[in-house]
Every structure is written in structure tokens, then in C-alpha cells.
T-cell receptor, first 118, second 116 residues
Framework: NAGVTQTPKFQVLKTGQSMTLQCAQDMNHNSMYWYRQDPGMGLRLIYYSASEGTTDKGEVPNGYNVSRLNKREFSLRLESAAPSQTSVYFC?????????????????FGEGSRLTVL | AQTVTQSQPEMSVQEAETVTLSCTYDTSESDYYLFWYKQPPSRQMILVIRQEAYKQQNATENRFSVNFQKAAKSFSLKISDSQLGDAAMYFCAYRSARGGAQKLVFGQGTRLTINP
């Protein structure tokens, strides 16, 4: 199974350019998320979609927009990239509600996309 | 807002020995969940273990166990019989019991090195 697939894996942008990170999951999960990972700061939630047709801001939404295209796909857009957006971006998916069992609430992550803004 | 703190940026342990990674969190909620995720050099995030706050019993998964101290808001991870494959970045994470989506708040991470 592919799980969560992100594209592209690497991207270099110039300040002011725009780009979209694509994410797709094949696990029929209702919820999807975008996180960014920076050294010494862990992962921080940018936006999430609890279910198809809904999106909500996370901890660090400024400078980003998202689209939940359908149940499978959740894209992240940088309209005018800034050097502060240089980071590794992770897409994740999960069941909508916390399920029982030792792995209940587990997030399934993609492999990450490394973005550099010059 | 909830916060998660991992005060050990780096740890190292000899192969086959035991190591404990620390995590503290701040919340005013009484019902929540705590997680440890592992990120090897491949960058793939992997769930290691989960703890429900309402359970007094500490969770265990094979060589991995936690020491959950609710009053102290502490959630440490113990890795027994460390193996080379355990080398990774480890993240502690918090999830409120409220709400449907699995929004996790992560700590800063601890890089674990295993010495052969």
C-alpha cells in the first residue's frame, strides 16, 4: 500500500514565487493534516481537514492556504514564498475520531517534502 | 494552549543498554492522550507507543515502555536492550480528548544515538 504520498520531495524556490505541495492518501481516512518541521522546534500544525469539505487553521497558518480537493487529496499552497518558509513539510492522515486499541489516534505520515526558499 | 517540552536535544546509549527519554507537557485538561513517535534518517514518522491519560497503567510495547506521571505532567519513554535500529529522532506528542481530528502538539525532539 502506498499510504500517504507527497509531491514533490524536494523544491527550491525564489522569494515571492508560489507553489503547491500535493498530498494523497489511499487509506480512506477522513482527516488530513499539514505539518512543518524545523530544527529545534519539532512539528507544528499548519492546517488540517477534519473531514472532506472542511479545513481549519492550526498553530502556524500564516502564509499558507489549503484545499481539500476530495477525500483522498489535501494540498498546501504557498502564494508568495518567504525564506522563513524554508522547512520540511509533512502531510498526514488519520481516522476522524480516536479509536480504541494501542494504535488509536495514530497519524500516518508521508515521507516529507524539503522546501528551500532563497 | 497545550505545550510539550523535551529538554534533552541529544542522548546516546550503548547497544543493549537501557535509555530513558524525558517529556513534560502543560495542559489544563484532565482527559488527553500522549504519544511517542520515532523518526529515523528516512524521515518517516512512526508511532512507537500511546498512553491514555485516564489509565493509570503505563503502556508497554515490546522493548518500549513509558513512565506516565499525570500529576507531574511527565511522560518519559524507556527503551530497553537498545538496538542499532533504534537510532532516530524521538518526538513526544499530546492530543486533547476533545474534538474529532487527531491534532497533535509535538515536542522539540530528542536525537538518540546508539553506540555499538
Amino acid at each position: 500500500n502506498a499510504g500517504v504520498t507527497q509531491t514533490p520531495k524536494f523544491q527550491v524556490l525564489k522569494t515571492g514565487q508560489s507553489m503547491t505541495l500535493q498530498c494523497a492518501q489511499d487509506m480512506n481516512h477522513n482527516s488530513m493534516y499539514w505539518y512543518r518541521q524545523d530544527p529545534g522546534m519539532g512539528l507544528r500544525l499548519i492546517y488540517y481537514s477534519a473531514s472532506e469539505g472542511t479545513t481549519d487553521k492550526g498553530e502556524v497558518p500564516n502564509g499558507y492556504n489549503v484545499s481539500r480537493l476530495n477525500k483522498r487529496e489535501f494540498s498546501l499552497r504557498l502564494e508568495s514564498a518567504a525564506p522563513s518558509q524554508t522547512s520540511v513539510y509533512f502531510c498526514a492522515s488519520s481516522e476522524a475520531y480516536l479509536l480504541g486499541g494501542p494504535r488509536g489516534g495514530e497519524l500516518f505520515f508521508g515521507e516529507g517534502s524539503r522546501l528551500t526558499v532563497l | 494552549a497545550q505545550t510539550v517540552t523535551q529538554s534533552q536535544p541529544e542522548m546516546s546509549v550503548q547497544e543493549a543498554e537501557t535509555v530513558t527519554l524525558s517529556c513534560t507537557y502543560d495542559t489544563s485538561e484532565s482527559d488527553y492522550y500522549l504519544f511517542w513517535y520515532k523518526q529515523p534518517p528516512s524521515r518517516q514518522m512512526i508511532l512507537v507507543i500511546r498512553q491514555e491519560a485516564y489509565k493509570q497503567q503505563n503502556a508497554t510495547e515490546n522493548r518500549f515502555s513509558v513512565n506516565f506521571q499525570k500529576a507531574a505532567k511527565s511522560f518519559s519513554l524507556k527503551i530497553s536492550d537498545s538496538q542499532l535500529g533504534d537510532a532516530a529522532m524521538y518526538f513526544c506528542a499530546y492530543r486533547s480528548a476533545r474534538g474529532g481530528a487527531q491534532k497533535l502538539v509535538f515536542g522539540q525532539g530528542t536525537r538518540l544515538t546508539i553506540n555499538p
